[in-house]
């Protein structure tokens, strides 16, 4: 199998309710023609999930009150699956090229989380419609803005 080299961009920065990514300066010049886009897409990595035992987990219990009763990882959110890979759609509140951060509203990730890329939401390529889920969860926001005010504690078992 081929070696996949992976070498981090920069790092989340979550701190007094404020969130931002914070390139290397290096990548800083890859910012360009980022603003005007309302949204990002971030790869980033699970690092706190980045060990023999996190990578080896295949099938979850139940993660899901509404769910089934076992579930394969690569059918959950989850960060404990074979490449603790996140992705994460997020508001851009500034873009600071000189500086290499966009800053964000909002970001579920921990301070410090390695970023692996940044790419712009653009909905001709990133929004499906009409996408068909699971009824278990057919009663969850049909989008991020809903997502903020909806209930998402009532919905995990963890």
Partial sequence: MEKLMLQPVGRICVRD???????????????????????????????????????????????YRNGPDEMGT????????????ALSCAFVTAVEQA?????????????????????PYTPS?????????????AHWPGSVEGSGEFDWEAEFNF
């Avoid at 890859?30 to 706190?48: C, K, R, T």
């Avoid at 690569?74 to 890979?85: D, G, H, L, Y």
Wanted: aromatic share 10%; hydrophobic share 40%.
């Fill in 17 to 63: 309710g404020e969130a931002a990514l914070m390139l290397d300066k290096k990548y800083a010049p890859a910012l360009a023609g980022l603003e005007g886009f309302s949204h990002v897409q971030v790869l980033w990595w699970f690092d706190g999930c980045d060990d023999k035992t996190a990578r080896s987990v295949l099938t979850v219990q139940k993660p």
């Fill in 74 to 85: 690569f059918a959950t959110r989850s960060p404990e699956r074979p490449n603790p890979i």
């Fill in 99 to 119: 500086d290499g951060i966009v800053r964000l509203a909002y970001i579920d990730a921990f301070d410090g989380s390695p970023v692996l890329d940044i790419k």
């Fill in 125 to 137: 390529l990133d929004r499906v419609e009409s996408p068909d889920v699971p009824a278990w969860c």
